[in-house]
């Protein structure tokens, strides 16, 4: 499992390592945030104001708004932010809502 509730933080390299694999990299800085300091490749930038719902949209309507597949509740997903005190935030979030 890579549930991050046993290992919360990843090193960069085991970032990489994961996005060799199927895995769903959700940014959750602001957007003003991924202007200043860049998007991280392959990574899709969902607020964490905006989280909550996003994960309970239409699969139709996520698609729409970020251009992505959205995840089913046992997909892997790694939540990153700039200190890892809101992806902590939004695994917890999505933890709530059923993902695994």
């Known amino acids: 499992s890579l549930c991050a509730a046993g290992a919360p933080n990843l ?3 085991e970032l990489k390592d994961l996005k060799k694999a199927d895995v769903l990299h959700i940014d ?3 957007r003003w945030e ?3 300091f860049g998007k991280i490749p392959e990574s899709i930038n969902i ?3 905006e ?3 996003a994960l309970q949209m239409d ?3 996520f698609k729409e708004q970020y251009n992505q597949k959205m ?3 046992s997909d892997p997903v790694v939540f ?3 200190a890892g005190t809101r992806s902590k935030q939004a695994l917890d979030f999505a933890m709530s809502l059923g993902f695994s």
């Open 59 to 61: 699969p139709m309507e």
């Open 11 to 13: 090193s960069y390299q």
């Open 28 to 30: 959750v800085r602001e």
């Open 80 to 82: 990153s932010c700039l």
């Open 34 to 36: 991924i202007d200043r």
């Open 47 to 49: 607020p964490l104001g």
């Open 51 to 53: 989280l909550l719902e």
């Open 71 to 73: 995840p089913s509740k």
